[in-house]
Every structure is written in C-alpha cells, then in structure tokens.
C-alpha cells in the first residue's frame, strides 16, 4: 500500500492542509502543535474509521471552523495496482470510497468490510502494527515480565487462547448423553412375531397366483359380448325407423318436385307478358323526361323576368370640389398643412405656459429674474392668429377631399353591383331554350308508368316463388339422400356385427362374478401383507435408531474425553507463555537481520522475562532494559519493523509518532546510519516510512521533508 495524498479539512489545527508523500521515506516536522501527530491521526482515521486517542469525533472538529462548514479527511492511494480515494466526514457525517473511479459501499460497514477485505487486513493490525504512537517505540521494554507477557499475548493473538480454553470447558459441560430407550427388547420380541405372520399370509397369497392384479381386462373381455348383444339389437331398431323416414321423405320430395313445376310456369308467363310492354315503357318514359325539360325552360323565363324588372338605374359619378388638389401636388400641400399645425401647436404651449406670467417673475425660458412677459404675450397672440388664418383654408380643402373620395368609393361599389346584375341577367337569357310542349298529360304518361311497374312486380314475386320452390325441392332432395346413407349404413354394421347367443352371454357373467370374488380374497390377504411389511419397516428402523443412538452415546462420551483432554493443552498458565516465547524467536531472527543492516553492535535473542538480551561483539550480553537510549531506539525500530513485517507485510507501511522524543545529542548522531538502512530496507521491501519529529537535523536522510507549518 503506497499514500500519495492527504488532505484534512477543519480536522484539529489543520483548516485546509494538503499533503503529498514519497513512496519511501517521508519525515513530517514543525514545531509542538502545528499539528503533526494530528496528520497522523487523520490518515488512521480514514483508513479505519477511527483517529484512536481519547475524547470524541465531534471534539476533533476545528474549533475556529463555521458550524456550516464542513470537516472531513481524504486520503489517495495505491495498492496492488488499484487507485483508492477514501473520504471520512466528521461534519455532516458520511463516507465514501472510490477504486479506480467507481464507487463501492455505501454505509460505514460496507465501507469498512470492502476496504479492509482488499487490504487482507483488519482494524486493529493497522492501529497495532502500521501505527507507532508519540512515546510508544520502546515503551514496552520498562514494561514488567507479567504486562510484556499480557502485551504480546494481545499483539500475538494469544489472548484468544484463554477463551478457547473457557469454551472448551463449556462445550465439554454441555455436551448431552443419550439414553438407550428400556423399550428395546420388546420391540425385538414384536418383530419376530410379525415376521412369523407375514411368511403364512405369503404362503395364501401363492393360492391366488392365477389371479391378475388388475382383473379390469378380464372383466372387459366377459362385458363385450354382453356389447355385442346390446349392440345388435340397437342397430335393428335404428335401421326400422331409418325406413320409415325413408318412406315419408320420399313423398316429400314429390311433392317440392310438383310445387317446382307449376311456379316455373307461372314465372315463364309473366316474364313473356312483361317482355311485350317494353316499347311501351320506354315511350311514357321519354315523355316524362319531356314533361321535366319543360318545367325547366318556364322556371328559367319566370325568374328572367323577375331580374329584368328589378335591375337598378345605372349610379352618376360625383362631381370633384373646386378647390380640389391633384394626387401629384397632394403630398406636397399635405407637408404644408402639417408644419403650420406643428407651428400653431408649439404657439399653444407656449402660450400655455406664459398667460399668468406677471412682471418681475423669472423668464421661463433662461431663468432670468425682472422678466417682462407683455410683449412675448402680444407677439404669440399675434402670431397665432395669422397662422390660423393661413391653416383655416387648408383644412377646409382637406375635409372637401376627404368627402369626395367617399362618395367616390360608394359610386365604385355600386357600379360593381350593376355589373354584377347585368351578367346574371344575361346568364339566365342564355339558359331559356324553346321546348315544345308534349302531346300527352302528365297524369296519362304516370298511370301508364305505374300499371307497367305493377307487371315488373309481379315478374319479382314470381322469380322470388320460383326460388323458394327450388329451395324446398333441394332441401327435400338432400334429406332423402341422408337417408338413404343412413340405410346403409345401418345395413352394412348390421352385417359386422358377430353373431351372439344367449348361452354366451350367461357363461360370460358366471365367470365374470367367480373372479370378482376370489380378486376381493386375494385383495384382503395383500392389504394384510402390507400392514405386516410396514409395521416389520418400522419395528427395524426403530432397532436401527436405538442402536444408532447407542453408538452417538458412546461418540459423545468419547468427545468429552477429547474436550477434557484439549483443555489440559490450552491450560491458560502456560500456553500462552510459550506460545509468546516461540513468536519472539522466530521474530528474532528478522530483528537481527535488521540490527545487522542498521550496523548495530549487537544481536539479540529472547529470554525468560519476555523480553530481549542483547550480546555485543566484545562478547558482552545486556538486558534490554539496560541499553542506552540510542540502542534502545534501534532495537525497538528493528522490532517494530518486524512486526509490521509479520502482522501487516501487505500493507508496506510503517507510521511512527516523535521516535526521536528524548535522544540527547549523542544518541541523534547514532541515527543517520540507523536511517539510511532503513532507507534500503524502504527501497528493497517495498516499505513506506512517516517519521514524525521536530527535530530537523536529520531532515537530509529522508527522501522527502513536510514541514507542517508551510503545508497547513
């Protein structure tokens, strides 16, 4: 897992603070308070949820921040090949996080659970292992053999085995042994009686072996001569009717074929006598299309003489006034007849606003005070009166033009109408044509057209008798046909039908009713068969259970004994003592591989208190506790990289809070070699270091300096 950025926003000090890291070795300074522990807390905030320390979320809002802004921590990063960007808001409360652009989970938990799930991690191995507090280097090295012990237990997981050992007491205490029911032996004896019976009803069953399972067949095979019989008799009795309806359908179809005849003849008759008035209709009908022409030409001469008599005089032009002005010189007289009312109407205002002037008030023009309006007052007044007179004749010539182009236009209306009546008039004159009146009346010609109508008719009502005769003739024919099908039909079953006597049919019956009895025999001893085969099932899987439970009886004493015997192993004194001590030595061996590249003088192993002894080149050996301080921060570096080695190796990252905090001058010259291995370890592991301290002299050995006060 590699950090690119971070930024806090009203998060403790930082208002607004954005920071970029190096994949290697970062060092985080500034003096106390600027907030450097704090940049800290922001990242394990938003990659577990929690800041860690005391005290509440709310309390790690800014306290100069509006109670309308927002405070929140983001941090980008990589891991295995993926961009994460995860956001943590304190105010308002959400969360967010983005793999490779694309959103997943939405509440804290889903949050959490896909996070940590890709990170093959947990909450607390990134708080214990990827997070060194301020202080928390070396602190448990003063720790006594009993804290280091419990310490480690926790580090190691080992604290889990004590509740392994409780729950394998508890197990083993609710661990139920069954009974044996006392019904067993009973049961047994029942079973060998019920077997016992079911061999005899066997040996009954094999009397009926003739006898089919299903005697539907059987029965089926003594039942069709019985068909037969019924069947024979049934086809005689259809085939006298079908005779008799043969006979009466016969005498129906006569009778259509008569009814036929007579009314082709009477329709043959009528269409000869209609034939012979055809010149006759065609001439009556000439004469009323006649008759209908010259109704036409009087309706056409009566309203020509109605438009003659009606048309109006022809309208006299109006005479032009004398003082009328041409179209031409109009426009021009128009021009003038503006500009002396636009004259007039300037004379008005201002008139308007001089007539109360009096001696001495201001001049309403320049503002001049002793102004005299006397004179301006007979000049206007003079001035208005010629333009008046000049503009009187004027307008009079305007009105004069006005009325004449009216009446103008009302003689051009009326001139269109007059035309309008003459080419109507002229219209209808075309329309009359001389018809001659016909020879015969109208009443004549209609009753000679309605007798001849009533000929047609009766022409139709014959052809329509003529239609249902041959109808009913078909019907009748159609029917004689079905029967005569029907007749040999009835015939021809007659003939396929076998031939079967009354003794057949008896004989039938008596074996029919001697195998209902001896399959209702047999029915009785198979039910009670498989009575006995169900109670023999169950008496055996009731044996088969008891004996299955006899055999979980003994499986759950023998459990009990393997609990009992589990617990001895994990008894809470000594396991997790030795299990704290094989971790140590098999951590020891990265502790020295890293003294070795941190050129430290000694290696160490572990010993009795938990803790570490350490052997110097000159061959001496040295409790932990009783190391100088530089070496006592080298040792814990070395320790504190394998387990994030151990218990965080996918995550690549190591984060300590102010290691530095109380190494005299001496002990801070013992660190530039200490780093620059940690430098190569960085560079070879993959391992990304935070350093947070204020001690800027050893600012040269990390790849990339933050100095708080300048990003905040």
Request: proline share 4%; glycine share 4%; charged share 25%.
């Amino acid at each position: 897992m590699r950090i690119n950025q971070v930024r806090l926003v009203n998060f403790c000090q930082h208002r607004d603070t954005t920071v970029a890291f190096s994949p290697n070795l970062n060092l985080i300074s500034g003096p106390n308070g600027s907030g450097k522990s704090n940049l800290l807390r922001g990242m394990q905030m938003a990659l577990t949820g929690d800041a860690g320390g005391v005290g509440t979320k709310q309390e790690d809002i800014a306290q100069l921040a509006d109670p309308a802004e927002p405070s929140f921590v983001e941090i980008l990063m990589e891991h295995d090949g993926n961009r994460y960007e995860i956001t943590r808001s304190l105010r308002p409360v959400s969360n967010r996080l983005l793999i490779n652009g694309e959103r997943f989970g939405r509440t804290v938990t889903e949050i959490e659970q896909e996070l940590l799930t890709r990170l093959c991690t947990t909450k607390q191995q990134i708080a214990d292992y990827v997070f060194v507090r301020q202080r928390g280097i070396d602190s448990w090295l003063d720790k006594r053999p009993a804290d280091r012990s419990k310490e480690l237990s926790e580090l190691f997981g080992i604290s889990q085995m004590e509740k392994i050992w409780t729950a394998l007491g508890t197990a083993s205490s609710q661990l139920e042994v069954p009974e044996i029911p006392s019904d067993e032996s009973d049961m047994l004896s029942q079973l060998e009686a019920k077997q016992v019976r079911l061999s005899q009803v066997v040996l009954a069953l094999e009397l009926y072996r003739e006898v089919p399972e299903d005697i539907t067949d059987y029965l089926l095979a003594r039942s069709e001569l019985r068909q037969q019989a019924e069947a024979r008799l049934q086809v005689v009795a259809q085939l006298e009717i079908f005779h008799h309806n043969q006979a009466v359908n016969q005498q129906s179809l006569a009778t259509a074929a008569r009814v036929l005849a007579e009314a082709t003849t009477d329709h043959e008759l009528i269409c000869t006598a209609a034939e012979a008035t055809r010149e006759t209709a065609a001439a009556a009908q000439a004469g009323m299309d006649q008759w209908r022409e010259w109704n036409v030409m009087q309706a056409s001469r009566e309203a020509l003489q109605e438009a003659e008599g009606s048309l109006p005089p022809t309208p006299t032009p109006p005479d032009k006034p004398d003082t009328y002005v041409c179209d031409a010189d109009w426009s021009a007289f128009e021009a003038s007849r503006d500009l002396w009312q636009s004259s007039l109407l300037s004379l008005e205002h201002e008139w308007e606003s001089i007539k109360d002037a009096q001696q001495g008030d201001e001049c309403p023009t320049c503002g001049q005070a002793g102004y005299d309006p006397e004179p301006r007052k007979v000049e206007v007044r003079q001035r208005r009166e010629e333009i008046a007179a000049e503009l009187k004749p004027m307008l009079l010539i305007t009105s004069a033009r006005r009325e004449y182009e009216r009446e103008f236009k009302l003689y051009t209306q009326l001139l269109q109408e007059q035309e309008y009546r003459i080419a109507e008039l002229q219209r209808l004159r075309s329309a009359v044509q001389q018809v001659a009146e016909p020879s015969q009346t109208e009443a004549e010609l209609t009753v000679i057209i309605q007798e001849l109508n009533a000929l047609w008719t009766d022409v139709t009502k014959a052809e329509k008798r003529q239609a249902v005769a041959n109808a009913s003739h078909v019907a009748a024919a159609a029917v004689a046909a079905s029967d005569d099908q029907l007749v040999a039909t009835a015939e021809q079953q007659l003939a396929d039908l076998p031939v079967v006597t009354q003794h057949d049919v008896d004989t039938a019956n008596a074996e029919a009713v001697t195998m209902r009895q001896r399959h209702a025999e047999a029915s009785v001893l198979q039910e009670e068969a498989g009575v006995l085969r169900n109670s023999v099932s169950v008496s055996t899987q009731y044996l088969a259970k008891c004996t299955e439970i006899r055999t979980r009886r003994d499986r759950v004493l023998d459990s009990r004994d393997h609990l009992d015997a589990l617990r001895q192993i994990f008894h809470r004194d000594e396991l997790p003592r030795i299990v704290t001590y094989t971790y140590l030595e098999q951590m020891g061996q990265d502790i020295n591989e890293t003294l070795t590249l941190f050129e430290a003088p000694f290696q160490v192993e572990p010993d009795e208190a938990l803790g570490f002894t350490a052997t110097f080149l000159d061959g001496r050996r040295v409790s932990d506790r009783r190391l100088s301080v530089g070496e006592r921060i080298v040792l814990a570096l070395a320790f504190r990289i394998a387990v994030n080695s151990t218990f965080a190796g996918s995550l690549g990252m190591l984060l300590l809070d102010e290691p530095t905090a109380g190494l005299d001058d001496h002990n801070l010259g013992c660190l530039p070699h200490a780093l620059a291995r940690l430098r190569n370890i960085s560079e070879s592991r993959g391992l990304q270091v935070m350093f947070v301290t204020h001690e800027p002299r050893i600012s040269d050995l990390f790849d990339r300096v933050i100095n708080v006060s300048d990003v905040a």
